[in-house]
């Protein structure tokens, strides 16, 4: 016979080997019910710790190769920050859940609400939120069930799987099935079924495949110049419409398009070109920003700003001004933040431009929406190469075309680049590691 405390450990990290194997890149998403219907049997403040430390230590495991690999931070130090982030995530996410439901008298029927109301907490705060690892992104995958993140996001499908994962207990007492079934029943009326798509267009999505060890090294990035004009010059051949490239796609900056950007600027006059850039601006001080600008007819037309920033990817939050020596990729200016999300217009249509971590919020891209004939996420994810980080951001914007109904172009470095449809299918996908073009036409 085992002792108590070593079964809390052996189903505590099943639970974490569950929920890890969930949101992996071997996408096993259905595993995700069979984990909760675990967390419920749990009644121990330890099993509950546990659980949490078991699930987001090993599926946020790959912040590690941004720090490690490119930000020339030790290994030790490393893996204690990616620790500490595990800590704060498993204090909001499994502790105070578990102690709320504890005070509910593990109320069965309470828990998806405090869960659900927890992952909306951590979404906003602090410095924004880190709205990572949503359990409701699982269902884009389930066959009818990703309906409903039309109805109610990314929350109300947290709040299914939560309330599918009790069904088990209707075996015992009915009132479980009859949770379930109504939580499923109650939203259909608002599942939206109209979907919204550009007309009469031709895209290319270009993905240069420049690894992050190039894109830190200026003269080596500068050296990598050449594949763009062919990657430009085979997307000519095919007469697009609009081109797209990733998040800070060159080694220039935006005030220096006319100089060393000039022969980008002479592909705009063939096609437009909506690129992310880095653009410095002067005032009293030089300040940068992470923007996507569109190019057309030689001229810069319009651009966007990002307004989310990632904490201590592209500005350091008060009282950690220290980190600036910790890793130094970070350097020593922070980035600015834009105004407020908005819209570019261009080639008759309006185009939302989420960067990078932007797509991981839901009301940040919900914004985006109500302007946006289209979505274009634009990324880097070279920093993390092909690991669970890349496949987790991937499908986030997948969530993310069936919240809003709306096509989204997934523009990334390295890749996967892709197309996907209003239902969070990919329609057309470039692999990580290959240089490449996607070409796609939107029809009347």
Not at 18 to 45: D, E, H, I
Not at 77 to 98: E, H
Not at 224 to 232: I, T
Not at 433 to 438: F, H, L, R
Request: proline share 6%.
């Amino acid at each position: 016979m085992l002792d108590k405390g070593l079964k809390k450990i052996i189903f505590s990290a099943l639970f974490g080997i569950l929920f890890y194997l969930s949101f992996s890149k071997f996408n096993l998403w259905f595993l995700s019910f069979p984990a909760f219907f675990l967390l419920y049997n749990f009644r121990s403040f330890t099993s509950w710790f546990l659980a949490g430390v078991f699930s987001f230590f090993p599926s946020l495991l790959w912040i590690r190769i941004a720090m490690v690999d490119y930000g020339e931070v030790n290994p030790l130090t490393a893996y204690s920050l990616i620790a500490l982030l595990v800590l704060f995530l498993v204090l909001i996410q499994f502790s105070v859940v578990f102690l709320l439901w504890k005070f509910f008298r593990f109320n069965m029927l309470v828990l998806p609400f405090l869960w659900v109301g927890m992952e909306m907490l951590r979404s906003h705060i602090p410095y924004g939120g880190f709205p990572w690892l949503l359990t409701g992104e699982l269902i884009v995958d389930a066959p009818l069930l990703n309906n409903y993140l039309s109805a109610g996001g990314v929350y109300l499908g947290s709040l299914l799987v939560l309330m599918l994962s009790m069904l088990p207990f209707g075996a015992v007492d009915r009132k479980f099935v009859t949770a379930a079934v109504v939580s499923l029943l109650l939203p259909i009326p608002f599942i939206n079924s109209e979907f919204k798509a550009p007309k009469d267009i031709k895209i290319a999505i270009i993905q240069p495949y420049v690894e992050e060890s190039i894109k830190l090294d200026r003269e080596k990035f500068y050296n990598y110049l050449p594949v763009y004009w062919k990657l430009l010059k085979r997307a000519a051949e095919e007469k697009p419409d609009i081109v797209f490239l990733p998040e800070s796609a060159f080694p220039f900056t935006a005030n220096r398009l006319h100089s060393e950007g000039k022969k980008l600027m002479s592909f705009s006059k063939e096609f437009l070109i909506v690129t992310g850039l880095i653009d410095i601006r002067f005032g009293d001080s030089w300040e940068p920003y992470n923007s996507v600008f569109v190019l057309g007819n030689g001229k810069v037309i319009d651009f966007y700003d990002k307004v989310k920033l990632l904490p201590f990817g592209e500005y350091v939050p008060f009282p950690f001004g220290f980190a600036k020596e910790v890793f130094g990729a970070i350097g020593g200016t922070d980035y600015v933040p834009g105004n407020e999300p908005r819209c570019l217009k261009t080639n008759g249509i309006s185009i939302g431009t989420p960067i990078c971590f932007e797509v991981s919020y839901y009301q940040l891209v919900k914004k985006f929406s109500r302007c946006a004939d289209l979505i274009a996420v634009f990324t880097n994810d070279g920093w993390f190469k092909d690991s669970d980080g890349t496949f987790q951001h991937l499908r986030q914007a997948r969530v993310r075309a069936v919240e809003n109904r709306r096509y989204v172009l997934w523009v990334n470095n390295t890749g996967p680049s892709a197309v996907i449809s209003p239902t969070g299918k990919i329609l057309k996908q470039l692999p990580y590691g290959e240089e490449g073009i996607i070409f796609f036409s939107f029809q009347e």
